[in-house]
């Protein structure tokens, strides 16, 4: 089983509609999580943290559920510049420098 | 805002070829990475730093090699290259926080 998994989609849908990414970790002493998001040929940035208790920013809803070992991100009112593809990043427990990547999920917006 | 430059966007290099790559960061991070990113693979570790002249296998070092004589600057090094080495390279670097800041990525191809 691989240390973190993501769906690769492509989730393809339509301008305003709401898309929710998961992705599971194995390893239950994982502390930190993290979504990322890459465009094409472009490096990775980081979109957000996922804490414990959930946090938002603006469209963007992260999630963590530490019972099922996985955290989500929604995004409401999608728009054509959500395009890219989102990694998710979760720490290699008992190595705090490490992080372990998804192979990331593709979204599509289109008009 | 954190800066982190690598030596060469595109590179094309033959088989045997020693390959020297280059990844400088301007905020002063005790924390560097080097990662290679394959379609369906995500990004994986190659090798890391916490600090100058101290370096840390990743999860894929075979055939790669690591340089720290500054803080500023990780190098990797391919002492033959060969075609599996085909990728695409990302420097990193943080501080003891988790958030990574990527290079922009380069992009190597072994004939």
């Known amino acids: 089983r691989k240390e973190v998994e993501q769906d690769p989609g492509p989730f393809n849908v339509p301008e305003g509609a709401t898309v929710a990414f998961n992705c599971t970790y194995s390893?239950?002493?994982?502390?930190?999580f993290f979504w990322y998001r890459q465009d094409c040929r472009k490096e990775p940035k980081l979109l957000m943290s996922?804490?414990?208790s959930g946090n938002e920013d603006g469209r963007f809803t992260a999630q963590l559920n530490r019972a099922s070992q996985y955290i989500s991100l929604l995004i409401r009112d999608s728009k054509l510049s959500d395009s890219a593809t989102y990694l998710c990043?979760?720490?290699?427990?008992?190595?705090?420098?490490?992080?372990?990547f998804g192979a990331g999920t593709i979204l599509r917006v289109k008009s | 805002d954190v800066k982190v430059t690598q030596s060469s966007r595109y590179l094309v290099k033959r088989t045997g070829e020693k390959v020297f790559l280059e990844c400088v960061q301007d905020?002063?991070?005790?924390?560097m990475f080097w990662y290679r990113q394959d379609p369906g693979l995500g990004l994986r570790l190659i090798y890391f730093?916490?600090?100058?002249?101290?370096?840390e296998k990743g999860d894929i070092p075979e055939g790669y090699s690591v340089s720290r004589e500054k803080k500023e600057r990780f190098s990797l090094i391919l002492e033959s290259a060969s075609t599996n080495q085909t990728s695409m390279y990302l420097c990193?670097?943080?501080?003891?926080?988790?958030?990574?800041?990527f290079g922009p990525g380069t992009r190597l191809t072994v004939l």
């Open positions: 905020m002063d991070h005790e924390n």
């Open positions: 996922v804490y414990s």
């Open positions: 390893n239950s002493a994982s502390q930190s």
């Open positions: 990043a979760v720490n290699r427990a008992g190595y705090g420098n490490k992080l372990v």
């Open positions: 730093s916490y600090d100058v002249k101290m370096k």
């Open positions: 990193a670097s943080k501080v003891n926080t988790d958030t990574q800041y």
